[in-house]
């Protein structure tokens, strides 16, 4: 089982609709979670951390259940620019330091 | 430009070839990652670097694979006897400080490489 799974899509949506993913993770001990956005052939860019608490940031929510390991990511009205892919991370802390796990990425296609 | 570059952006070599890439952080970061991305792929951590020390280092990364950071400051990933299995994107990333407060690694544009 890979460390942070993620539906790699692609989400194919309309502009303007709300669309949602969810990442789980299988190492009970991560400790901090982020989202990261990756555009075609440009390096990833981190989008928001999340908390239990959730996390909003304009049309962005993201959200932590760490009872049931997972995360989400939450966009609303969605827009053309918003069309990339979406990296769940996961944050391990080691006796060496910090260990980011990245998930395989959603990929969202956003449509006229 | 003061952000994480990498070089060189391409490299095409033949199976068996020695290959070795750099990556000069943001200068004020302590912190250096490498990672590799194949296509479909999220990044696959290496190796991650806290100044010149090297702390973690991957399963994914065999003898063929070494990195060094010699003066804390740029590093370099060598691989050597190149597989047509090592074709893939190498992404150096850094941090100030330990990522797991901010999450914030900032990464450069990667070195591509193809192995025929």
């Known amino acids: 089982r890979k460390e942070v799974e993620q539906d790699p899509g692609p989400f194919n949506v309309p502009e303007g609709a709300t669309v949602a993913f969810n990442c789980t993770y299988s190492n009970s001990a991560s400790q901090s979670f982020f989202w990261y956005r990756q555009d075609c052939r440009k390096e990833p860019k981190l989008l928001m951390s999340?908390?239990?608490s959730g996390n909003e940031d304009g049309r962005f929510t993201a959200q932590l259940n760490r009872a049931s390991q997972y995360i989400s990511l939450l966009i609303r009205d969605s827009k053309l620019s918003d069309s990339a892919t979406y990296l769940c991370?996961?944050?391990?802390?080691?006796?060496?330091?910090?260990?980011?796990?990245f998930g395989t990425g959603t990929q969202l296609k956003v449509e006229l | 430009d003061t952000g994480v570059s990498q070089d060189p952006r391409h490299k095409i070599t033949k199976r068996g070839q020695n290959v070795t890439f750099r990556c000069d952080p943001i200068?004020?970061?302590?912190?250096l990652y490498w990672y590799r991305q194949t296509l479909g792929q999220g990044p696959e951590f290496l190796t991650y670097?806290?100044?010149?020390?090297?702390?973690?280092k991957s399963r994914l990364l065999s003898d063929r694979f070494s990195a060094e950071r010699p003066k804390g400051s740029f590093s370099t990933l060598e691989i050597q006897r190149t597989e047509q299995g090592d074709s893939a994107m190498y992404l150096c990333?850094?941090?100030?400080?330990?990522?797991?407060?901010?999450?914030?690694?900032?990464f450069g544009e990667g070195s591509r490489l193809t192995v025929l």
């Open positions: 670097f806290q100044n010149e020390a090297q702390l973690e």
């Open positions: 991370v996961v944050i391990v802390l080691t006796g060496g330091g910090n260990k980011l796990t």
């Open positions: 200068s004020e970061h302590n912190r």
């Open positions: 990333a850094s941090s100030l400080g330990p990522a797991a407060h901010t999450g914030e690694l900032f």
């Open positions: 999340v908390y239990s």
